[in-house]
C-alpha cells in the first residue's frame, strides 16, 4: 500500500524524555553512599519525583489512565477537543462541486465526530496521527499461468500459510505460493480516515534540519490475526502489512502520508513531540490521589459509629453486676430493640437505668473536601483551562483575562485542524480527479460573546462600522449574502409586479361587469330590455306571455319631450337617461305613453293590465310610481293597484256552470 515502506527502529529514535530516558527526569536524583539505600530524589524535588515516567512512551501510559479515571482530566480534554470545533463550509464556482465535497465530509467520513476523536489524541497524548486509507482490491496471481482473481473470489482456492497465500489455481490447477497485488479502487465511498496510536508511534527527528521521519509498530493482537490467517483481516489489510508482520518490522511511513498534530513544546531531545496536557500535572494527580485514599480510609472507618450499650449503677453503693444476671439483661435489650425497630413509637419499660457510649463517628470533623478542592482547581490550572470553563459559571464578561487565554488556545488548536483539513480534502480531491476547493471552518467566538455583537450591530446602525465588518463579526460571508440579497430583491419585484397585474385585470374585469349592469339596470327603468335580449324572450303571442303595455318603445321614438298631461309634482330633475347606444330616451315622456296604453288596457282588459303593473311594481317600483301619478292627474285620484281605493261591483256576477268553474 502506498505510504509506507519497511524500517527498523534506528537508535537515534527520541522515544521521549529523553533519549531512553538519559537526560530524563529519572536523572535528576541524588547519589546515596550506603550499600542498599534507597535513591531519593534531588531535595529541590518531591516524592512523586521518583515515580515520574523516564520515556515518552510510557508517559503515554500514564496519560491514557488518568484520562480514562481522572474526572478531571476527562472533562478537560472532552471540553477543549469539542468545544472549538465548528463547522466545514465548502466554496467553489460551481455548486456541484461543493455538494460532492459536503457529501464526503457528511455522509463518508463523518468529518465533524472524527475531528473530535482527534482531537482527543491531541488534548490528552500532545500528538495526533492521521493518515487516509484509500479503498484497494486486493488479487492473487497464479505463479504459473499469471491468471489473476480478486481475493474473496478464491476463498475456496487458497490456503494461509507462512503469511502468505498457498494457490490452486483454478484455470491451471497448479499449486504454488501466490503473488498479491494491491489495485486502487477510484470510489469515494471506502475512503476512511485513521488515527494512528501514538504508543506504537515512534519518531526519529534531526534536530539540526528539522527532517522527521515516523515509524509504525503493529500490535500484538494484529499480528496474532494475521499468524491465525483471518479471513476479514488478510483480505482487507495491505500487503505490505503482512510483509512487515512475517519480517518482524516496523513500517515507515512516507513522506506527506501521515498527518502529525502537536502541541508545542521546549527544543530539545523531545522536540519531535508536543508536550501532553497531563504532563505538568502528574505529580499533582497523585497528591490529590494520596488524599483521596485518605478520605476513603475516614469514610470506611469513622464516619459510621459504633454503639455500646451496658447496665449502669442507679447510686454509688447498688453494683448491677452483682445483682442483675448479665446474660438475662442481654436478651432482654435485644428484645426491646428489635420491638423498637419494628415500631418506632414503642416505649420499653426497664427497672434499672440502661448506659451507652459511642466510639467513632467524628468523620465529618476529618473530611478533606477544600483540600480536595484546591488541588482540583491546581490540576485545571495546571492544564491550561480555566476554573468556570470546568465548573460553570463562565461569563465573557466577567473573566476576559481567562476568555482571552482560553480563545487564544483555541485558535492554536484551530489553526491545527485548518491544517489537517487542507491536507487531508486536498489529497483525497487529487486521488479522485476531483476540482480543488476553498476549505474554511465558521468563524469561532465564544458563545456567551453576545454583548461584543450588540456594539457592532449598534456600530452599524451609527454608520461606524461596514456591513462587510458586521457580517464577518457574525461569521456570514458578505458576498455570499449579498448575492442572496439581490436573488430575494428579484423574487420579490417578480411577486409583486405578477399581483399589481393580477389587480389591474380583476379592477378591468369588475369595471366591465359594473358597466354591463349599470346599462342594463338603465334600460329596465326605461321598460326596455337589454341589447339583444329581443331574440331570447319569446313572443308575446306565446302562452302565458304578458304584451308589452307601452307598444313599440325605442330611443327613436323615445326622445320627443311630452306636450302635455305631466303633473306638476312628477316633474324631478332626474328627466332623462341613457339609452342604448347612448341616446338620450326622455323618462316622463315614455312613462305618459305607458299611462296611455295602461288606460286603454284597463278599459279592455284589465286582468292582463293588472298583471303588468304588478311585475313593473316588483321590477321597476319607481317608474311606475311616475306612471300612476300621470294617471292619476288624467283621470282621478285613485290608485289602481289600491284594493281601498277600488270599491266592490253592486251586482252579482253570474253564476257559472260546473263545467266553467275554476278548480
Not at 315622456?589 to 288606460?599: F, G, I, P, T, W
Not at 282621478?636 to 270599491?647: A, Y
Amino acid at each position: 500500500m502506498a505510504g509506507f515502506d519497511f524500517g527498523s527502529f534506528p537508535g537515534g529514535i527520541t522515544d521521549g524524555l529523553g533519549s531512553g530516558g538519559s537526560g530524563g527526569f529519572g536523572d535528576l536524583r541524588m547519589n546515596t553512599s550506603g550499600r542498599g539505600g534507597v535513591a531519593y530524589p534531588n531535595p529541590f524535588f518531591d516524592g512523586a519525583h521518583t515515580y515520574l515516567p523516564a520515556t515518552m512512551k510510557k508517559l503515554f501510559k500514564y496519560c491514557r489512565y488518568y484520562f480514562l479515571t481522572n474526572p478531571l482530566v476527562n472533562a478537560v480534554c472532552y471540553k477543549m477537543a469539542s468545544y472549538p470545533i465548528t463547522d466545514l463550509v465548502f466554496t467553489s464556482e460551481h455548486a456541484a462541486v461543493e455538494d460532492k465535497y459536503a457529501h464526503l465530509k457528511d455522509d463518508i467520513l463523518g468529518y465533524r465526530q472524527f475531528l473530535v476523536e482527534a482531537g482527543l489524541d491531541y488534548q490528552c497524548y500532545g500528538n495526533a496521527f492521521v493518515s487516509i486509507h484509500y479503498p484497494f482490491v486486493k488479487y492473487l496471481i497464479c505463479g504459473n499461468c499469471k491468471h489473476s482473481e480478486p481475493v474473496k473470489q478464491l476463498r475456496k482456492f487458497y490456503q494461509w500459510r507462512d503469511m502468505g497465500f498457498v494457490l490452486k489455481c483454478p484455470k491451471c490447477n497448479s499449486r504454488g505460493k501466490a503473488k498479491q497485488k494491491d489495485i486502487a479502487l477510484r470510489s469515494p465511498h471506502q475512503i476512511r480516515l485513521i488515527r494512528w496510536d501514538p504508543e506504537r508511534i515512534s519518531i526519529q527527528y534531526n534536530e539540526e534540519t528539522g527532517d522527521t521521519q515516523y515509524f509504525y509498530q503493529m500490535s500484538a493482537r494484529t499480528r496474532g490475526q494475521l499468524l491465525v490467517g483471518k479471513p476479514h483481516v488478510i483480505e482487507r489489510i495491505p500487503s505490505i502489512f503482512l510483509k512487515a508482520a512475517k519480517k518482524k518490522l516496523a513500517l515507515k511511513f512516507s513522506p506527506g502520508q501521515v498527518f502529525h498534530l502537536k502541541r508545542p513544546t521546549l527544543a530539545g531531545k523531545d522536540q519531535g513531540w508536543g508536550m501532553p496536557r497531563i504532563l505538568p500535572v502528574l505529580k499533582d494527580s497523585y497528591y490529590l490521589q494520596v488524599l483521596k485514599k485518605g478520605q476513603e480510609m475516614i469514610a470506611r472507618e469513622h464516619i459510621v459509629p459504633l454503639r455500646v450499650l451496658f447496665p449502669q449503677a442507679g447510686s454509688g453503693t447498688s453494683d448491677p453486676y452483682t445483682t442483675v444476671p448479665l446474660q438475662g439483661w442481654k436478651n432482654t435489650m435485644e428484645e426491646e430493640i428489635e420491638r423498637w425497630r419494628r415500631d418506632p413509637n414503642y416505649m420499653p419499660i426497664l427497672p434499672m437505668p440502661v448506659g451507652h457510649q459511642v466510639i467513632g463517628g467524628q468523620g465529618r470533623a476529618m473530611v478533606l473536601h477544600q483540600e480536595h478542592r484546591v488541588w482540583a482547581e491546581q490540576i485545571i490550572a495546571g492544564m491550561h483551562a480555566p476554573q468556570e470553563f470546568i465548573f460553570g459559571g463562565m461569563s465573557y464578561s466577567g473573566t476576559n483575562v481567562s476568555m482571552r487565554n482560553l480563545e487564544n488556545e483555541f485558535i492554536n488548536y484551530r489553526t491545527e485542524t485548518q491544517g489537517l483539513t487542507n491536507w487531508v480534502f486536498d489529497s483525497i480531491g487529487a486521488f479522485m480527479g476531483w476540482p480543488k476547493v476553498d476549505k474554511k471552518f465558521k468563524r469561532f467566538k465564544m458563545a456567551d460573546d453576545l454583548q461584543r455583537t450588540m456594539i457592532y450591530f449598534q456600530m452599524n446602525q451609527g454608520g461606524k462600522v461596514s456591513d462587510h465588518t458586521l457580517l464577518r463579526e457574525l461569521g456570514e460571508n458578505y458576498e455570499a449574502e449579498q448575492r442572496l440579497k439581490r436573488g430575494e430583491g428579484r423574487r420579490t419585484s417578480d411577486d409583486q409586479r405578477r399581483m399589481q397585474v393580477a389587480s389591474a385585470i380583476a379592477q378591468a374585469e369588475a369595471q366591465q361587469v359594473s358597466q354591463r349592469y349599470m346599462q342594463a339596470a338603465s334600460q329596465d327603468m326605461l321598460g326596455g330590455a337589454t341589447p339583444g335580449a329581443e331574440a331570447r324572450q319569446p313572443p308575446p303571442e306565446a302562452a302565458g306571455a304578458l304584451p308589452s303595455p307601452g307598444g313599440s318603445i325605442n330611443p327613436e321614438n323615445a326622445g320627443q319631450a311630452p306636450a302635455e298631461g305631466v303633473p306638476q309634482e312628477a316633474q324631478s330633475p332626474i328627466n332623462q337617461a341613457s339609452g342604448a347606444g347612448g341616446q338620450s330616451m326622455n323618462v316622463l315622456y315614455v312613462a305618459k305613453r305607458v299611462s296611455k296604453m295602461l288606460d286603454d288596457l284597463l278599459k279592455q282588459d284589465p286582468k292582463t293590465a293588472y298583471a303588468w303593473m304588478q311585475k313593473m311594481k316588483m321590477e321597476q317600483p319607481n317608474f311606475l310610481n311616475l306612471v300612476l301619478q300621470i294617471m292619476q292627474s288624467k283621470g282621478g285620484k285613485r290608485d289602481p293597484l289600491d284594493p281601498n281605493q277600488s270599491p266592490l261591483p253592486s251586482a252579482k256576477p253570474p253564476r257559472r256552470d260546473i263545467g266553467s268553474a275554476i278548480v
